[in-house]
């Protein structure tokens, strides 16, 4: 069971990051949150919250904490966004019908990027997924539809290219397999079990 007075307390009170095993465990009580749990929904968000400090991300381990904390910590917060991101992937992710994908390929690369300008062009992200499509590297590009902009990546490939930024799951892999290129929306809730 998770504690979230130790997690508040010891650790995001102090800009402590979680641990990886900690973290995780946060990650699947966030995931009950989602699926109707009105405590875990609440007590996870603050957490969360509390947790998403800058000073948290710029923690560093050192020998005083170890000795006041009284259980193994971080060496840096890579840890906590590493546990939350590994549960949602294990208990949300990889559960859903739409969830990973599976080419035929033996790899390919993901790419992203940070939005792209006021005035309609396409973002470095986007463009770099294009050129390394073309020569010969297998893109799985994902993005999003413009949130600070007036357009993201979502809008760029859709309007200018014609792709469906929401294709079926197996549409996609054969688009990736036979054109070394597919878009995937980062956004897209069908992901989720």
């Not at 007075?5 to 989602?34: R, T």
């Not at 968000?45 to 020998?63: D, E, P, S, V």
């Not at 840096?76 to 590994?86: H, M």
């Not at 559960?95 to 300008?117: E, H, L, Q, R, T």
Request: charged share 20%.
């Amino acid at each position: 069971m998770i504690d979230i007075k130790h997690i508040l307390k010891d650790h995001a009170y102090q800009n402590i990051p979680l641990n990886y095993e900690e973290a995780y465990e946060l990650g699947v009580y966030a995931l009950e949150g989602c699926n109707g749990n009105k405590l875990a929904q609440k007590q996870s968000i603050a957490a969360l919250c509390a947790l998403h400090t800058k000073a948290t991300y710029f923690w560093k381990r050192t020998k005083r904490s170890i000795k006041i904390h009284g259980h193994r910590l971080p060496k840096n917060a890579a840890e906590q966004i590493a546990g939350i991101c590994a549960a949602i992937f294990n208990y949300d992710i990889a559960v859903s019908k739409f969830g990973f994908f599976n080419p035929n390929i033996s790899y390919a690369m993901d790419n992203c990027g940070m939005g792209g300008d006021i005035i309609d062009t396409a973002n470095v992200s986007t463009v770099a997924a294009f050129i390394a499509a073309a020569a010969g590297i297998f893109m799985c590009k994902h993005g999003s539809p413009g949130n600070a902009r007036r357009i993201g990546s979502s809008e760029f490939v859709s309007m200018h290219c014609n792709i469906n930024t929401e294709s079926a799951k197996r549409k996609t892999e054969k688009c990736l397999e036979d054109t070394h290129f597919c878009y995937t929306e980062a956004l897209d809730t069908r992901y989720k079990r």
